[in-house]
């Protein structure tokens, strides 16, 4: 699968390699679980795994960033990227990429972030992510349009009320690697609630939610995701809608709830509007005088529900996590979307707010409106060492990068 722009080919001295000077790199980048001998050339060897049982495999190679800086000014910098060398597609329909690429930003050791942030590239370790409104499903889009952004190093503290709740960031003994999570607390629809609380005691106890723009689909844990559609499924029947079987392209894992509508709901257009917002609450972080705030994400129904005009059918994006022994459910892209969501790495929280996420408000200069990548100088592999600092005279202001709709 290739972008717009064709295949990006290495230089062989850009191959990240898991012995040598980058060797302690490559094993924070792949969390050491690849293996590193012969048959791979020692290259630093990558393979990722979906939920519909597609993986990608591919190595790591460096290479050189021109990125658009908030102060109309630009940089180059260097930073690691996988490329996908074979794959393997369970049930995924084939579509044209319109992006040359996608950019994955965890908290591990070794990301982009935590590079940037040690070379001094950004002046604070902290990543904005605001996903707009998204189109219909069947709309042709240019990949000059922009959908959204996301930030490295600006908090968009002047965007947010100074009274505003945080939520802590969920630490690995809860369950979450390399990835931002907080505590959800309730779930609630119409005039019900779902409160995630233990059996042997009264008061909420929460699970972690992972913030996971990877994945349009939200996943629950069956103990969550059945009372969370039985609430849906008794507010659609109720108004007289009739359960349907997804679309049997998806394997079994990813197929969702769907519903076909009443006749008369069907003669105003798309029968999303019935519905009413989830609203979801997150434990916030307390302040010296007071018990902990509750933070909410308003969910609109268009964000958690699709419609599909031509066989007229409504299904709710939100599926059962069948992983065995996971403590931690996803909150997918489509839930987050119209809102401002800045993690804080540094102090280990989080907050949003609701925004169109139109990349013009950025103000940023309209040439610098997209990331460029160079294949770096074989030279400059000795500026790559992991977390050397001083690459730069004085902190940068935050990067900004626009994506398209996949």
Not at 148 to 171: M, T, Y
Not at 220 to 237: G, I, N, Q, S, W
Not at 369 to 378: A, G, I, K, V, Y
């Amino acid at each position: 699968m290739q972008g717009p722009h064709g295949l990006f080919v290495p230089e062989d001295y850009s191959y990240l390699k898991c012995i040598g000077e980058t060797a302690s790199l490559c094993e924070a980048v792949q969390n050491g679980i690849e293996p590193c001998n012969s048959d791979n050339k020692y290259l630093c060897v990558f393979i990722a795994h979906y939920a519909d049982n597609s993986y990608y495999s591919g190595v790591f190679v460096h290479g050189n960033f021109t990125v658009p800086l908030q102060d109309k000014s630009e940089a180059n910098v260097l930073g690691l990227l996988g490329c996908v060398v074979s794959k393997v597609l369970q049930g995924s329909e084939q579509v044209p990429l319109i992006t040359d690429g996608l950019i994955g930003l965890g908290n591990c050791k070794g990301t982009l972030m935590e590079h940037w942030s040690k070379s001094n590239v950004i002046s604070q370790n902290v990543l904005a992510v605001c996903l707009a409104k998204e189109l219909e499903r069947n709309t042709t889009i240019s990949p000059a349009t922009p959908r959204g952004f996301i930030s490295l190093g600006n908090d968009f503290k002047e965007q947010f009320d100074r009274n505003s709740v945080w939520s802590k960031l969920a630490d690995a003994e809860s369950g979450v690697l390399c990835g931002y999570a907080a505590k959800l607390l309730s779930i609630s629809f119409h005039d019900k609630a779902l409160v995630f609380s233990s059996r042997f005691a009264r008061q909420s106890i929460g699970i972690s939610l992972l913030f996971d723009t990877g994945s349009d689909m939200t996943y629950f844990d069956a103990v969550f995701y059945d009372p969370l559609l039985r609430m849906l499924e008794d507010y659609a029947t109720l108004r007289g809608y009739i359960r349907v079987e997804d679309n049997d392209k998806y394997v079994v894992n990813e197929q969702r709830v769907c519903w076909e509508p009443p006749r008369k709901t069907m003669t105003g257009g798309s029968p999303i509007q019935d519905f009413l917002p989830l609203v979801l609450a997150f434990e916030g972080i307390p302040s010296t005088t007071e018990s902990a705030p509750l933070q909410y994400l308003v969910v609109h129904p268009e964000n958690y529900l699709s419609w599909d005009a031509q066989v007229k059918k409504l299904c709710v994006n939100i599926l059962q996590d069948y992983s065995v022994g996971t403590s931690v459910s996803n909150l997918g892209a489509d839930m987050m979307r119209e809102h401002l969501f800045v993690f804080d790495y540094e102090k280990q929280r989080v907050r949003w707010q609701s925004n169109s996420c139109a990349f013009d408000d950025l103000q940023l200069h309209s040439s610098f409106n997209q990331m460029q990548l160079q294949q770096p100088e074989s030279s400059s592999m000795k500026n790559f060492i992991p977390y050397r600092r001083g690459n730069f005279h004085k902190p940068l202001i935050s990067p900004s990068f626009w994506f398209n709709e996949m």
